[in-house]
């Protein structure tokens, strides 16, 4: 079983950076797809990036792509979340996920670990 501890979050103005991480305390982590999502006040938690288990294939919502970087390093059993010009709209809890599965998914229900959460609050 893995546990996923996150960190890296915080309060930011509007155009900063913020560099997410999250550590897995298993010995397989390098088995797992992972993935980041997040969940705003009053929305249902969505997808914002996702990292195949060896790392070629990565993916990103749309309303990320070009601001988000996600990457991992399997020797140190953990995975970032870069995230440059945020937004005030970006503001969420943060979490990451492990998927123990065959192929890579972007499905939240798909995977099998959760982290407990970072909050990310971006200023105006």
């Known amino acids: 079983q893995e546990q996923l501890v996150e960190s890296g979050g915080g309060l930011v103005q509007a155009g900063g950076s913020l560099r997410l991480s999250c550590a897995a305390s298993?010995?397989?982590?390098?088995?797992?797809?992972m993935g980041w999502f997040r969940q705003a006040p009053g929305k249902e938690r969505g997808f914002v990036a996702g990292?195949?288990?060896?790392?070629?294939?990565?993916d990103y919502a749309d309303s990320v792509k070009g601001r988000f970087t996600i990457s991992r390093d399997n020797a140190k059993n953990t995975v970032y979340l870069q995230m440059n010009s945020l937004k005030p709209e970006d503001t969420a809890v943060y979490y990451c996920?492990?998927?123990?599965?065959?192929?890579?998914?972007?499905?939240?229900?798909?995977?099998?670990?959760w982290g407990q959460g970072t909050q990310v609050t971006v200023s105006s």
């Open positions: 298993g010995r397989t982590f390098s088995n797992y797809h």
């Open positions: 990292i195949s288990r060896g790392g070629a294939y990565t």
């Open positions: 996920a492990a998927r123990r599965g065959s192929y890579y998914s972007a499905r939240g229900y798909e995977y099998d670990y």
